[in-house]
């Protein structure tokens, strides 16, 4: 059975696992060495109830999480967020990411956000059709602005705007 909840620390080593997958073996993210626990707790404690994480658990294994990050720590930008979401490599094609992608956009619309933005690397055609999928629309591209694996990359923007 497949349950999705917010994230508590105890989930940070399943959290910080399946960054690293996509770390080491995708283009998704542009970090490009692998987290310790360690670091990623600064990044758990920049998260809360304005800026959730959830994940999502499976048998009670964590098998995905999405997170909606502060964009800026400029106190004009503070009801803009960006969204990040994982799943495990075994456990993609199965409906997992729909389901929190879903949840996390719920939970910004309780948190107050007003907008919700995507950098989304070119090529990864999943990602960009779940985002259209819950009503994401194109705003631009960056380009060149990545280089990873020996290959530049652009980035499309994407934003999600609540109706408030
Ligand atoms: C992007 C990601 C989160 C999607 O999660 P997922 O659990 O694999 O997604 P789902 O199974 O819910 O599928 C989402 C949609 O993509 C489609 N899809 C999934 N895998 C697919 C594949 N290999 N080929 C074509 N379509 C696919 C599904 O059919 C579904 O579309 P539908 O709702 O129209 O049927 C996941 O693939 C992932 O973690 N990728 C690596 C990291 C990444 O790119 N993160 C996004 C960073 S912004």
């Not at 670091?39 to 997170?67: C, M, R, T």
Request: glycine share 8%; with cysteine.
């Amino acid at each position: 059975m497949l349950i999705v909840r917010r994230a508590i620390l105890e989930d940070l080593g399943a959290i910080t696992e399946i960054y690293n997958e996509a770390i080491l073996k995708t283009v998704a993210t542009f970090d490009t060495k692998p987290k310790t626990v360690e670091e990623q707790k600064i990044w758990f404690a920049n998260h809360g109830s304005k800026y959730p994480i959830l994940v999502a658990e499976q048998d009670g294994l964590v098998v995905g999480w999405a997170s909606l990050s502060r964009w800026s720590d400029r106190c004009a930008y503070s009801d803009t967020a960006e969204i990040s979401l994982y799943v495990k490599e075994e456990f993609r094609g199965k409906g997992i990411g729909t389901k929190l992608m879903e949840a996390i956009i719920r939970e910004g619309q309780k948190a107050d956000l007003h907008t919700v933005i995507a950098r989304i690397v070119e090529g990864t055609e999943v990602s960009i059709h779940l985002h259209e999928s819950v009503g994401f629309e194109h705003i631009g591209i960056m380009k060149e602005v990545g280089r990873k694996f020996g290959k530049l990359l652009d980035v499309y923007l994407m934003q999600r705007t609540y109706n408030t």
